[in-house]
């Protein structure tokens, strides 16, 4: 056997050369060097360079149809009005825990989506705080309930209570004593159930709304993420939600001019939450319109 390094001649098969001490592996090596692992993945098996892979990363349709929402103009727009919308609520001294984590996750998910990210986790979490708001809206509901049935019940014995009151008032009141007081005796009773009755329609305004919109648009944001994690879930209450939108953005526009007599923070506050809930309409309108759910 010969060296590979010096060419001498071997009988035996050593791990070193006698004569130039030269490794058999290390000669082998040098014959026939590794090629460069970089070159490697350039290079495929027909020896042309290869363009490396780049990672796949596969979407649901329902994602891919909300990174589209996400990315469109709209959306940026209405992400802004929101934002407007909070801070002028701050101007009026109102504190809304849940406008300002659904505010975030609005421009979380819009942050996203300009990797092309179809944001889900935070998507879930706008499902969660519009399920909160339900959920609040009952205890609003439950309360308002009470306090009706309780004025419309106990008419009477709130009504001696509210006469000992203002006898107790009458001195420091003299001259609004003076003129109302025996009405407002006369009356007391009645003021009592009116207001009771006041707060039991309040009650009922607020379980429609709860049930009909705030329900439907749950289950609808709800269905819009599950069904981008599983294709295998429908969309639900579609219709119903975008209507809601609509009927809510006319509302809150209309409050808008209410306040603008009392309050510039008030009118400028339900003025950019009409526009979010209209925004919300054209973009659910735009990208659902072949889903009749």
Same mark, same amino acid.
């Given at each position: 056997?010969?060296? +590979?390094?010096?060419?001498?001649?071997?009988?035996?098969?050593?791990?070193?050369?006698?004569?130039?001490?030269?490794?058999?592996?290390?000669?082998?090596?040098?014959?026939?060097? %590794?090629?460069?692992?970089?070159?490697?993945?350039?290079?495929?098996?027909?020896?042309?360079?290869?363009?490396?892979?780049?990672?796949?990363?596969?979407?649901?349709? $329902?994602?891919?149809?909300?990174?589209?929402?996400?990315?469109?103009?709209?959306?940026?727009?209405?992400?802004?009005?929101?934002?407007?919308?909070?801070?002028?609520?701050?101007?009026?001294?109102?504190?809304?825990?849940?406008?300002?984590?659904?505010?975030?996750?609005?421009?979380?998910?819009?942050? @996203?989506?300009?990797?092309?990210?179809?944001? =889900?986790?935070? $998507?879930?979490?706008? *499902?969660?705080?519009?399920?909160?708001?339900?959920?609040?809206?009952?205890?609003?509901?439950?309360?308002? %309930?009470?306090?009706?049935?309780?004025?419309?019940? /106990?008419?009477?014995?709130?009504?001696?209570?509210?006469?000992?009151?203002?006898?107790?008032?009458?001195? +420091?009141?003299?001259?609004? !004593?003076?003129?109302?007081?025996?009405?407002?005796?006369?009356?007391? *009773?009645?003021?009592?159930?009116? =207001? !009771?009755?006041?707060?039991?329609?309040?009650?009922?305004? &607020?379980?429609?709304?709860?049930?009909?919109?705030?329900?439907?648009?749950?289950?609808?944001?709800?269905?819009?993420? @599950?069904?981008?994690?599983?294709?295998?879930?429908?969309?639900?209450?579609?219709?119903? %939600? @975008?209507?809601?939108?609509?009927?809510? !953005?006319?509302? +809150?526009?209309?409050?808008? /001019? /209410?306040?603008?007599?009392?309050? %510039?923070?008030?009118?400028?506050? #339900?003025?950019? *939450?009409?526009? &979010?809930?209209?925004?919300?309409?054209?973009?659910?309108?735009?990208?659902?319109?072949?889903?009749? #759910?």
């Amino acid at each position: 056997m010969k060296c +590979k390094n010096c060419g001498f001649e071997r009988t035996e098969d050593f791990k070193f050369c006698p004569n130039c001490g030269q490794s058999s592996l290390e000669a082998e090596q040098t014959q026939n060097p %590794a090629p460069d692992s970089e070159q490697a993945q350039k290079t495929d098996f027909s020896g042309e360079q290869a363009i490396p892979a780049q990672p796949i990363t596969l979407q649901s349709p $329902m994602a891919e149809r909300m990174l589209s929402l996400f990315k469109d103009s709209f959306f940026l727009v209405l992400c802004i009005l929101q934002s407007a919308a909070l801070l002028f609520e701050f101007c009026c001294s109102n504190f809304s825990v849940l406008g300002i984590l659904f505010t975030i996750f609005l421009w979380l998910i819009y942050a @996203q989506s300009k990797n092309n990210i179809t944001d =889900i986790k935070n $998507m879930r979490s706008i *499902s969660g705080t519009i399920f909160a708001k339900y959920v609040i809206n009952w205890v609003v509901c439950g309360i308002f %309930a009470f306090f009706g049935i309780l004025l419309t019940a /106990f008419y009477s014995v709130l009504s001696v209570y509210g006469i000992d009151i203002m006898n107790m008032l009458r001195d +420091k009141l003299d001259n609004f !004593g003076g003129k109302y007081y025996g009405f407002l005796v006369r009356n007391l *009773s009645v003021g009592v159930i009116l =207001i !009771g009755i006041i707060f039991i329609i309040a009650a009922i305004v &607020v379980a429609v709304i709860n049930v009909f919109a705030t329900r439907s648009i749950h289950r609808f944001a709800q269905s819009v993420y @599950q069904s981008s994690e599983n294709s295998a879930i429908p969309i639900v209450k579609k219709n119903t %939600a @975008q209507s809601w939108f609509l009927v809510i !953005g006319i509302l +809150k526009g209309i409050s808008a /001019f /209410f306040a603008l007599s009392g309050n %510039a923070f008030g009118f400028l506050t #339900a003025g950019c *939450s009409a526009a &979010v809930y209209v925004f919300a309409y054209l973009l659910i309108k735009k990208y659902f319109s072949d889903i009749n #759910a």
